[in-house]
């Protein structure tokens, strides 16, 4: 059957012409050849404009000056994970865009960067004795860096080239202690042996300042230049105070936030972050325990600034500080994207947003263990 | 010799083998033309690397995906095959073709036989699958073996054997008048209308 096969098939063929015409397949092939590097050139062109146009987006830094309005709040850009970089430039003088946070990947002897937005490192030199990125402070639109200068305190702009130099004639530790929420206002404390000598609130959008005594302790700037201050005890009773720095008026209210408190718990009035929009600030609940009178962090408070009531408790994630299981539970900042916290364990340290309606956590990036981390509108 | 000219040595020494291989595998003259030509341009293209290895067997399997990229693309267009109704016809008509040549002139009865037969081929092998048509243009046209007809076909030996098996059987069904199971085509074909007139 094979060899009949074999042989119709023969015959079936044996009349095909031969269609092989070489000159027309060449001519066919440089035809394709061309078309393809024709095609590819056209890709390359228009991926490098894509490359080009993204680049030119993400990259180009604000040119804005302080003379123009504040740019509206926006989130930062946290990168997933933090790697001290092996070489890094130093923070140039003109601008490098808004930042997202800055941080040291050590306690002690070793650099600390800004990150910018666009995922950029810039190494910082160390501006205190104590950690490297310790001193530093951004605003909450992680436009404006504030460290101490020994005599006072310098304010940049990392969008332009706008510096403001605030220089205290008085001894004492002069440092960026809060933000307004828009980031207009710093509110600037000169301390000396752990007291409150003066304050000064710089208008970093005009370079306004205005000077005042502290009538209580201070701990936060509000949106129009108000100072809040604070008296009272770690127990959650005692005095708010609002002072217009102008005029030196102010308003007091009664606090008392034991509403919201559980037994063994104290109020740190240190940290006190505005929010933005709203009357409101984020306070931190220590949980005492039987060795230390101030435990880990377990709640935060939103405080109405107007009542001195408390109007919210958040408790957080439980901290652990046996050496088999370090975990420690920072809160710093509470926004329209939940409270940002500092999580450190004893592999690595995270930045990580809490859901306060659902406890859901996500963590935002990850830094070496030991990290110190400054975010926006905070200075530590 | 630059590269154009080792191609153009290979399409004179090959071509007309191409071409009637390609024409087993489309059954359609201007089909089996496009096919050839498409592939061979292919080729020239990358001539400088095919020309190292067997650029014939290249070729062959070039031919084979673009055919099959074409069925599978056209599965129900340019090309329909031949009912089975007609290649009866036609193997009827062979038939009594080859009777009529037993009392009229010689040659033009032969000639006629001839063209049946080639008509009958192609319809039939129009009715295979792809695959099992490639198996038998392989194995029984271009005279490759097992092992090179299934590195051709980008598949086993064994899948060679089964779709050669399926695709003789098939053949036998459509036209057993032309695969006869006896050793010798040329006696069957002899035999044929004498036992037909039994």
């Known amino acids: 059957v094979t060899d009949q096969l074999r042989s119709l098939l023969r015959d079936a063929a044996a009349t095909v012409p031969d269609y092989a015409d070489a000159d027309r397949a060449l001519r066919a092939a440089s035809r394709g050849r061309r078309w393809r590097r024709a095609t590819a050139a056209i890709a390359a062109a228009a991926t490098a404009a894509v490359i080009a146009i993204a680049t030119v987006v993400v990259l180009k830094p604000d040119r804005r000056t302080a003379d123009e309005t504040a740019p509206a709040l926006a989130g930062p850009v946290y990168p997933a994970v933090l790697t001290p970089p092996e070489r890094a430039a130093a923070l140039p003088a003109g601008g490098v865009g808004t930042a997202a946070l800055l941080y040291a990947p050590c306690v002690r002897d070793c650099a600390a960067f800004l990150v910018t937005d666009s995922g950029l490192q810039y190494r910082l030199p160390a501006v205190t004795g104590g950690p490297p990125a310790a001193g530093y402070s951004l605003s909450p639109d992680g436009r404006w860096l504030a460290w101490p200068t020994g005599s006072g305190v310098r304010i940049r702009d990392l969008t332009g080239r706008t510096t403001h130099d605030v220089v205290e004639d008085a001894a004492g530790t002069t440092s960026a202690w809060a933000w307004s929420a828009d980031s207009r206002w710093v509110l600037l404390v000169r301390h000396t042996d752990g007291t409150a000598h003066r304050v000064t609130v710089l208008d970093v959008t005009t370079g306004t300042r205005h000077r005042s005594d502290p009538v209580q302790h201070p701990v ?11 008296a009272g005890d770690h127990t959650g009773t005692g005095e708010l105070s609002t002072m217009d720095p102008v005029s030196g008026e102010s308003t007091r209210v009664a606090l008392d936030l034991r509403s919201a408190m559980r037994p063994g718990e104290v109020v740190t009035y240190g940290d006190l972050d505005t929010l933005p929009d709203q009357p409101l600030a984020m306070v931190t609940l220590q ?41 420690y539970w920072s809160p710093r900042t509470y926004g329209p994207e939940g409270i940002t916290a500092v999580h450190s364990t004893a592999e690595r340290t995270e930045i990580v947003q809490l859901n306060p309606d659902t406890g859901a956590r996500v963590v935002r990036t990850t830094l070496p263990r030991d990290s110190t981390v400054v975010l926006r509108g905070t200075r530590r | 010799m630059d590269g154009d000219d080792g191609f153009r040595d290979f399409v004179a020494t090959y071509g007309a083998a191409l071409s009637r291989t390609a024409f087993l595998l489309t059954g359609d003259h201007q089909l089996a033309e496009d096919l050839v030509q498409s592939t061979l341009a292919r080729t020239a293209t990358h001539w400088r690397r095919v020309a190292a290895g067997n650029p014939q067997a290249y070729v062959r399997r070039a031919m084979i995906n673009q055919r099959t990229s074409w069925w599978r693309r056209h599965r129900y267009g340019r090309e329909t095959p031949v009912p089975t109704d007609a290649l009866h016809t036609l193997v009827t008509s062979r038939s009594a073709t080859a009777t009529a040549g037993t009392t009229g002139t010689a040659g033009t009865a032969d000639a006629a036989d001839a063209v049946v037969q080639r008509l009958t081929v192609v319809a039939a092998l129009a009715q295979l699958p792809p695959r099992q048509r490639a198996v038998i243009v392989l194995r029984y046209f271009d005279d490759l073996g097992e092992a090179a007809t299934a590195r051709a076909l980008n598949c086993s030996v064994g899948t060679v054997k089964s779709q050669a098996h399926a695709a003789l059987a098939r053949l036998r069904a459509l036209a057993p008048m032309l695969l006869s199971d006896g050793p010798d085509r040329s006696a069957g074909r002899a035999d044929s209308p004498a036992g037909g007139a039994t």
């Open chain 1, 287 to 327: 949980a005492s325990t039987a060795t230390d009178i101030l435990g880990p962090p377990s709640a935060v408070l939103l405080l109405d600034l107007d009542t001195g009531r408390p109007i919210r408790r958040v408790d957080l994630p439980e901290s652990a500080q046996d050496n088999a299981n370090t975990s």
């Open chain 1, 220 to 230: 936060a700037v509000r949106t129009d230049g108000r100072v809040v201050g604070w």
